[in-house]
């Protein structure tokens, strides 16, 4: 798989991108995967679902799993950007927590702002129910 339809099977949410990281097929660089799941991979963010699990297996898949994971965490306390960009990032966040990694989950509860409009009260309610935002 070239790097031309590595990019255009992620931004189309297709698992064969995926599979050509597991299987090794495509050794996507560090710089590929990062502008992927800081910034949203797809084609329209409004009618497309949310692609954090995706996201999350992309990451897993890759050898930059703990780089990723470190920076999409960090990447949560902004609040610069498009907004379909940060939609992306807290659902990869989100998916994280669920999937047990404790970095993700304290970065919920350490930037949940309820004078911002519950900023990430969506994502800790889904997480931990209403008992989560008392």
């Given at each position: 798989?070239?790097?031309?339809?590595?990019?255009?099977?992620?931004a189309k949410g297709q698992g064969?991108?995926?599979?050509?990281?597991?299987?090794?097929?495509?050794?996507?660089?560090?710089?590929?995967?990062?502008?992927?799941?800081?910034?949203?991979?797809g084609f329209d963010a409004q009618?497309?679902?949310?692609?954090?699990?995706?996201?999350?297996?992309?990451?897993?898949?890759?050898?930059?799993?703990?780089?990723?994971?470190?920076?999409?965490?960090?990447?949560?306390?902004?609040?610069?950007?498009?907004?379909?960009?940060?939609?992306?990032?807290?659902?990869?966040?989100?998916?994280?927590?669920?999937?047990?990694?404790?970095?993700?989950?304290?970065?919920?509860?350490?930037n949940f702002d309820p004078s911002?409009?519950?900023?990430?009260?969506?994502?800790?309610?889904?997480?931990?129910?209403?008992?989560?935002?008392?």
């Amino acid at each position: 798989m070239t790097r031309a339809e590595f990019l255009s099977a992620v931004a189309k949410g297709q698992g064969r991108a995926i599979v050509a990281l597991q299987s090794g097929e495509y050794p996507p660089s560090l710089h590929d995967l990062r502008r992927l799941i800081l910034r949203w991979p797809g084609f329209d963010a409004q009618c497309e679902e949310s692609r954090g699990w995706y996201s999350v297996e992309l990451i897993r898949a890759s050898e930059f799993e703990a780089e990723l994971t470190g920076l999409v965490i960090r990447h949560l306390a902004r609040t610069k950007g498009a907004w379909r960009d940060r939609r992306h990032q807290k659902a990869i966040v989100l998916q994280l927590a669920m999937r047990g990694e404790s970095a993700a989950r304290d970065a919920l509860y350490a930037n949940f702002d309820p004078s911002d409009d519950f900023r990430l009260g969506y994502e800790i309610v889904v997480l931990d129910g209403l008992e989560g935002l008392g």
